[in-house]
């Protein structure tokens, strides 16, 4: 009873006072964009083979696509800080279906490429737009907000995933995927009209000078930012690398058909839609280091455990465990709002999240590298190693932004 009460709370403060439309459309939009981004792990057998790709290029391809969604972060935080948080959403949405035109209609590997970083591109002005709006919205519930708006991407993942997959079974794989972009052209309609010019009475903060360069430095040693970063980098380094070709591994590896590999792969996301609020909740109360390492613990174990199962209900079993490292999103997201200054906050995340995910984009082109010189599963035990490493870090850092 208590807990159903704790999240009937929690269900009132973020609808209350008209703010849950503005929360569904900014995590509905999330939803969509993230669904059309895990498609591609799913649909990666079919341009493999329509492209000629080995394990290695496949996993570049997704490199590209990681690669793009972080790059443009550092932009999109700079115009959120300083225009309109709805017009760059707007904006990242529409590039992102314009982009899958171009992917669906490629006719040679290297536009393929070109199209895919462009999709990339596109979303990541979104991210980081969210974050700051949402920061805004809700000053007191940010954890809980994002860890809603993060569940609902996991959402988008669980779902349109199979969808494409089965769509490509079925007709072709440029339908699993152009399928999308009708709906994020519904998504800019919805943003357009739904959130405010500026959800403040904010003026917008200037431009990025040395001084402000200055001050989000020093709050980075402040606030041992720069440590919780290093941290993020590595969770992304294992996210990435693990979903980037878990379906191919699944396929390849575990006798799974394409069609069966994509609904395991949307097991593991919908997972994340139960685990990504109660991570942001638990930010909330009880700080980030206890909530990281309660996150972290299962999916040590579902990664050095799955070169050794087989079976579509142990796999079902290994693949619940390693989803719990989804809430990590929501808790370190939700720490570096809290501790970068309003006035440069989506500059600050822009340039802690650019940094990171750029790194950690790198994870699915070595870990394609590995498999293709026969170290698949072993790659999957090299992940859980890291993963430990970034628990024993965990244990280091402060509960809250300002300890």
Do not use: H
């Amino acid at each position: 009873m208590e807990i159903a009460d704790t999240i009937r709370q929690e269900a009132a403060e973020l609808w209350g006072d008209g703010k849950g439309p503005l929360l569904v459309s900014i995590a509905g939009g999330w939803g969509v964009l993230l669904g059309a981004r895990m498609i591609y792990p799913v649909l990666l057998p079919y341009l493999r083979s329509s492209f000629d790709l080995s394990l290695t290029v496949g996993g570049l391809l997704v490199t590209v696509l990681w690669l793009g969604a972080a790059l443009g972060q550092l932009p999109g935080g700079i115009l959120a800080d300083r225009y309109s948080e709805r017009d760059v959403m707007v904006a990242g949405v529409l590039v992102v279906a314009v982009a899958l035109v171009l992917v669906v209609t490629a006719p040679t590997p290297l536009v393929l490429f070109a199209a895919t970083g462009l999709v990339g591109l596109g979303q990541s002005l979104y991210p980081i737009a969210r974050i700051t709006i949402l920061s805004k919205i809700y000053p007191d519930r940010i954890g809980s907000a994002l860890g809603v708006t993060m569940a609902t991407g996991d959402l988008g993942q669980t779902v349109l995933p199979p969808i494409g997959g089965a769509i490509a079974a079925a007709i072709a794989w440029q339908f699993g995927l152009g399928f999308i972009a009708p709906l994020l052209l519904v998504v800019a309609v919805v943003l357009w009209v739904t959130l405010p010019v500026r959800p403040s009475a904010e003026s917008p903060a200037n431009s990025l000078s040395m001084e402000s360069a200055s001050a989000i430095a020093g709050k980075l040693r402040r606030a041992n930012l720069g440590f919780v970063a290093f941290i993020l980098f590595l969770y992304i380094l294992i996210w990435q690398s693990f979903s980037g070709l878990y379906p191919t591994y699944l396929v390849e590896r575990k006798g799974l058909s394409s069609s069966l590999a994509g609904v395991l792969f949307s097991v593991f996301f919908a997972f994340g839609v139960l685990v990504k609020p109660l991570a942001g909740a638990a930010y909330d109360r009880i700080g980030l280091r206890r909530a990281l390492v309660i996150v972290l613990v299962g999916p040590v174990a579902g990664l050095g455990a799955l070169p050794f199962v087989d079976g579509f209900w142990p796999l079902v079993a290994v693949t619940a465990l390693v989803s719990t490292m989804l809430g990590s999103g929501a808790i370190t997201q939700a720490f570096f709002s809290d501790a970068i200054p309003a006035d440069v906050r989506g500059t600050g995340l822009g340039a802690v999240r650019t940094t990171s995910a750029t790194l950690g984009a790198l994870g699915p082109v070595l870990f394609g590298a590995l498999a293709d010189r026969g170290y698949f599963d072993e790659g999957y035990l090299l992940l859980a190693g890291v993963l430990v490493v970034v628990i024993f870090l965990t244990l280091r850092v402060p509960e809250r932004s300002g300890a």
